[in-house]
């Protein structure tokens, strides 16, 4: 038996187990490759990485340490006795390599590799082995059951509701925070939208990070479904929910490898939403040269793929293709995002108008999934809505529940970025635009970011500010004004070289 130690590491969704050199209840000096070990003691079996310590001041010889993923699973305390052994690879492997050789997997197949996965007997090369051998070749019922088995156990139930709607928008435009608005327009309505929402992957900020500026958006299943049961609507991250678990799982790997494949995007995104209980759902497929999606060829692909499963799973599904050619709204950045949603939610007359219409075109979508509505009155109705006061009552409601946030400040180091020129702005870079805000420090500081002056479309004088960088700390705002030189991501037209 080894006595239990926490070491405060994390590692990415990967769990590492520490043993002394000299270990008193387990010979190490022999292991010559990276090993899974077999934790023994707690409720649950915990699978772990072994890794071989010199120095007894971090673990001694009659100890065990685990990281803190592997540590927060076992749930014992420090000085607990505990067991170990060797771990043979998961049996659902061999359905991995079927797939590198190209076969088609079962659905139980699939619902093994799964549970493997939710089990944590996966490392994370073990899951890239299993998003590299899917990325190929995936028949539309394998996407089937793998949106089967990512579901998971957890589904929400909402007892007595016949439709429970929500919204997802796949991204890769810079701003275009639709939901916050969408949300206090639906539910505002009635229907109720358990909204769940991501952090920032790659982007400047999810909908989580800028609604968190304006309320808590880490609560648990339970306070969940009871503020959606209150105020017909709510806003939580997905990382804070216990659902669809495996999915999390992936899709740190996914950003980790940078690989990213449209029929794990569908899986995931159906799977998120049926674990949420979620009846009825609206998909916007943005389609720009630098959005996720860069054709409407390949948008109407990934739409009948959507739709197949959907039916299949007994999902009702609206998929709507828009234009992702360039930002939606003026911010870029949760707090800048948050300001434009506030702007429209109030109807002031500086909201940014491309926000406003898309906001009402899906909210109205959403609407018409009650039969009570014809179709073409559901943007009526959400424009009524807004108009009326009704949805920002909903979302001040909605704040107060879930709690109001600490008001981060926006960036304090700014630079406008000027036109070199005179002419009219004939396109913008989502993609650059989105790394300049990254570079800023858009995804880690909620107040950096970048407030767009100009749009599609707008004349620009020589000397007139494009856009505004805001960073928070003096690294971050360096970098960022030292990659700009190159090239800001605006296409003046009338002249050959981009600014």
């Known amino acids: ?20 050199k000299d270990c008193t209840a387990y010979r190490v000096d022999e292991i010559k490759s990276l090993t899974k070990i077999e ?15 010199d120095d007894a001041k971090l673990v001694k010889p009659n100890e065990i340490a685990l990281n803190n993923e592997a540590f927060n699973q076992i749930n014992l ?5 505990i067991s170990i052994s060797l771990s043979t690879p ?8 079927r797939k590198i050789a190209g076969n088609i997997l079962s659905s139980g197949e699939y619902s093994s590799i799964i549970n493997d996965i939710t089990s944590r007997r996966y490392s994370n090369m073990d899951i890239a082995s299993f998003l590299v051998a899917s990325g190929s070749f995936m028949s539309a019922p394998e996407v089937l059951s793998l949106t089967e088995a990512l579901v998971g156990d957890n589904v929400f139930h909402w007892d007595n509701e016949a439709i429970v709607v929500d919204h997802h928008c796949l991204g890769g435009v810079p701003g275009n925070k ?3 608005i969408i949300s206090a327009i639906v539910g505002a309505y009635g229907l109720p939208m358990p909204k769940t929402a991501s952090h920032s992957l790659t982007s400047c900020a999810g909908v989580a990070d800028t609604f968190a500026v304006l309320a808590n958006v880490e609560i648990d299943d339970k306070t969940f479904k009871k503020l959606v049961q209150e105020n017909r609507a709510a806003i939580a991250s997905y990382d804070s929910l216990n659902i669809a678990q495996a999915s999390k799982q992936i899709s740190a790997v996914e950003r980790q490898i940078g690989l990213t494949q449209q029929e794990h995007i569908a899986a995931s995104i159906l799977a998120i939403k049926l674990a949420a209980g979620v009846t009825h759902l609206l998909i916007d497929i943005p389609v720009g040269p630098k959005a996720r999606i860069k054709s409407t060829t390949e948008a109407m692909r990934l739409r009948k793929l959507i739709e ?17 050619s360039e930002p939606i709204g003026n911010g870029v950045g949760a707090v800048l995002e948050a300001r434009d949603v506030m702007k429209v939610l109030r109807n002031k007359d500086d909201a940014p108008q491309d926000l406003l219409e898309k ?15 014809r179709g073409g009155q559901g943007y009526h109705v959400a424009k009524e809505i807004l108009t009326s006061g009704r949805a920002l009552d909903v979302i001040n409601k909605m704040i107060h529940a879930q709690g109001k946030a600490p008001q981060p400040q926006l960036g304090h180091l700014t630079r406008d970025i000027v036109s070199n020129v005179n002419g009219v702005v004939e396109a913008i870079d989502t993609a650059r635009i989105n790394k300049i805000g990254v570079w800023a420090g858009a995804g880690q500081y909620a107040g950096a970011g970048l407030d767009l002056l100009k749009k599609v479309g707008d004349k620009v004088e020589q000397g007139e ?35």
């Open 1 to 20: 038996m080894l006595s239990l130690k926490h070491i405060p590491i994390s590692s990415f969704n990967e769990n590492l187990a520490y043993l002394h």
């Open 39 to 53: 934790i023994h003691g707690g409720v649950k079996t915990v699978y772990a990485f072994l890794q071989i310590v």
């Open 77 to 81: 305390p420090e000085g607990a006795n």
């Open 90 to 97: 998961p049996p659902s492997l061999a359905s991995v390599k």
């Open 178 to 180: 639709t939901d916050i």
């Open 308 to 324: 197949y499963v959907g039916d299949m799973l007994s999902m009702e599904i609206d998929v709507v293709i828009t234009d992702g």
């Open 359 to 373: 906001s009402l075109f899906l909210a109205g979508r959403l609407l018409e999934f009650d039969p009570k509505l």
């Open 465 to 499: 500010t494009l856009y505004r960088i805001h960073s928070c700390n003096s690294t971050d705002f360096a970098y960022a004004n030292s990659v700009v030189e190159g090239y800001t991501g605006y296409e003046i037209s009338g002249h050959n070289s981009n600014y």
